[in-house]
């Protein structure tokens, strides 16, 4: 099996220098390594396999808005982080951040990402939505971008993020227009959360014609 190529860059954020965020990533979707079998155990094929492992443009728009988010007091979990693009910022900035994903390989990248930029190692849990609970607790805010890929995500995601809620919650989640989010929103409104949407604001660096959505739900 040949080694994985990767690809580092720099991401700014904030104009003029404001944050410099450095990530190894794969180099492209095409790379794969399972030399243990670990993703396979899991359920995770060769094609699905290196999803985790790119910057994804809805990443970049949760990114963005973590860069000047009002952290203060709070305990935060980013959801399916892969990369951890959000999870990085949020860390630079010194945050309470923990992070989670299904992948076996994101834990080694978020902790070489981590070093590249000089900070702590995240804390980092691999578990499933559909997992017994894992024992991370309650949050203040819960992210996560890009997450809704299949219909059955819908219950899963919904049940995973209430289950790590604290009574009073706020959850951002952006969706790049897959076509399940109504039927999440209308999920999480039946678990007791308010919701808005607006249209996620794309930047020059990402592809022309993305439509994605800031989706929100507070608990209050």
């Given at each position: 099996m040949p080694s994985l190529r990767f690809r580092y860059q720099t991401i700014e954020f904030g104009g003029a220098g404001n944050m410099?965020?450095?990530?190894?990533?794969?180099?492209?979707?095409?790379?794969?390594?399972?030399?243990?079998?670990?993703?396979?155990?899991?359920?995770?094929?060769?094609?699905?396999?290196p999803i985790f492992g790119?910057?994804?443009?809805?990443?970049?728009?949760?990114?963005?808005?973590?860069?000047?988010?009002?952290?203060?007091?709070?305990?935060?979990?980013?959801?399916?982080?892969?990369?951890?693009?959000?999870?990085?910022?949020?860390?630079?900035?010194?945050?309470?951040?923990?992070?989670?994903?299904?992948?076996?390989?994101?834990?080694?990248?978020?902790?070489?990402?981590?070093l590249l930029n000089n900070d702590q190692v995240i804390p980092f849990v691999r578990t499933g939505w559909a997992d017994d609970d894992c024992g991370i607790g309650r949050f203040d805010l819960i992210i996560g971008s890009d997450l809704l890929y299949e219909s059955e995500h819908v219950e899963l995601l919904s049940d995973f993020i209430d289950q790590h809620a604290k009574p009073k919650c706020e959850v951002i989640l952006i969706d790049p227009g897959r076509g399940h989010h109504a039927k999440f929103s209308r999920k999480m409104v039946g678990l007791g959360y308010e919701h808005?949407?607006?249209?996620?604001?794309?930047?020059?660096?990402?592809?022309?014609?993305?439509?994605?959505?800031?989706?929100?739900?507070?608990r209050s």
């Open positions: 410099d965020i450095h990530v190894r990533t794969l180099r492209d979707k095409q790379q794969f390594s399972d030399i243990n079998q670990s993703a396979e155990n899991l359920g995770i094929s060769s094609a699905s396999w790119v910057v994804w443009d809805s990443s970049r728009v949760l990114a963005e808005l973590m860069h000047d988010f009002d952290i203060k007091g709070k305990r935060i979990l980013e959801v399916g982080c892969g990369i951890g693009l959000a999870s990085l910022v949020l860390n630079k900035r010194e945050a309470d951040i923990t992070a989670t994903d299904y992948h076996p390989e994101v834990e080694n990248f978020l902790n070489i990402n981590a808005t949407q607006t249209a996620a604001i794309p930047n020059d660096a990402m592809a022309k014609g993305y439509k994605g959505q800031v989706l929100r739900y507070e």
